[in-house]
């Protein structure tokens, strides 16, 4: 059974799928043998990698900005406001 099909069993038949992602069958057993601990780990890594990308991405795109006008325009981004 593929992964959008269980889940909307789950939700029932008029499921709404709009923000679920499914993952790889072999990304999620991965992630299940992880501790709570090396889950959360990953989860900052990643957050890390994002943040210092999009601030090397936006010091680049826009030289006029300032250090702190990149650093508020990241958290903007990041915490969900209009890029």
Do not use: C, Y
């Amino acid at each position: 059974m593929a992964g959008d099909e269980i889940i909307r069993r789950k939700l029932g038949s008029g499921g709404d799928l709009g923000g679920v992602e499914v993952l790889h069958p072999k990304v999620a057993e991965a992630l299940r043998a992880m501790s709570g601990t090396q889950r959360l780990r990953l989860a900052h890594e990643e957050w890390r990698l994002v943040r210092e990308r999009l601030t090397v991405f936006l010091a680049a795109r826009h030289p006029e900005w300032d250090p702190a006008e990149v650093r508020r325009q990241v958290a903007k981004r990041l915490l969900g406001g209009p890029g």
